[in-house]
């Protein structure tokens, strides 16, 4: 009788073992995933893009070397100019190109039409032309703060997501190309519901967030697409060669007389 007991306690266990076993994990909450997919960025190593209908940002950031890459190229008609900011272990310096801009003087120097770099040895420059210059460790396309911005969230498939998100909450990021005043003026209340959709990788680290931003009185719709990739996998940008870096004092001198 005792052998009986203890046979059915062990069918009986092993049943309740495989029912615990075959549950399947409750899917993850769309806003933890999203939330949690930006956390690997604060390791300071990927490459990155941040498209606009105006603008393409590219880079790469290697935050432990104090290195880091990023180009702009804006598209604006009339004000099309180029910058190319380079940090390699901690040393600064920047290329500008501003020579298709309206009403800039034919006569600019080699420091603004992307012929010599300006070796950025003044702790005290964080912009020139208006073009701020990040630092290693920032995140650049705002990627972090346009996830936290999100206001609704659901799954679309295998790691892929989609909703709205508040373009109030996402601020001008670290190099100014997010949401303007301006825009979130003459949006109004269509400024809080943006539609995006998302995309993440199998770690659950973000591959791409993407909102398009309508047309609002004077200022056009306008689509963004942040795209991540390469984590851990980041290398240091090299160095300008020492015969195209220009004299940093003379080279101040020059932007400045324009």
């Not at 009986?4 to 266990?13: C, T, Y």
Request: with cysteine; net charge negative.
């Amino acid at each position: 009788m005792k052998k009986q007991l203890r046979a059915v306690s062990v069918v009986l266990i092993a049943l309740a073992l495989g029912a615990c076993g075959g549950e399947e994990a409750a899917p993850e909450d769309p806003f933890d995933a999203l939330d949690d997919s930006v956390v690997a960025l604060l390791d300071g190593n990927y490459t990155f893009r941040h498209t606009t209908t105006y603008q393409v940002v590219d880079g790469s950031m290697l935050a432990d070397a104090q290195s880091m890459r990023v180009t702009l190229d804006s598209r604006v008609a009339g004000q099309q100019f180029t910058s190319d900011f380079v940090t390699v272990s901690g040393e600064r310096f920047v290329l500008l190109d501003f020579s298709k801009v309206e009403n800039m003087t034919s006569a600019l120097p080699d420091v603004m039409t992307g012929a010599k770099w300006v070796p950025l040895t003044d702790p005290a420059v964080t912009e020139l032309g208006g073009i701020p210059f990040p630092k290693p460790g920032d995140d650049v396309v705002g990627a972090t703060a346009a996830v936290r911005a999100v206001t609704d969230a659901r799954a679309t498939g295998d790691r892929t997501y989609a909703g709205t998100l508040d373009l109030t909450q996402v601020g001008p990021g670290v190099l100014r190309v997010g949401p303007t005043a301006e825009l979130l003026a003459q949006l109004g209340d269509a400024a809080s519901a943006v539609p995006f959709t998302a995309t993440l990788d199998g770690e659950g680290r973000l591959l791409t967030f993407v909102y398009d931003v309508p047309a609002a009185g004077s200022v056009p719709a306008n689509h963004v697409e942040l795209t991540l990739s390469g984590y851990g996998a980041s290398q240091p940008p090299a160095k300008p060669d020492p015969a195209k870096v220009a004299n940093y004092d003379e080279a101040m001198k020059a932007i400045q007389r324009q």
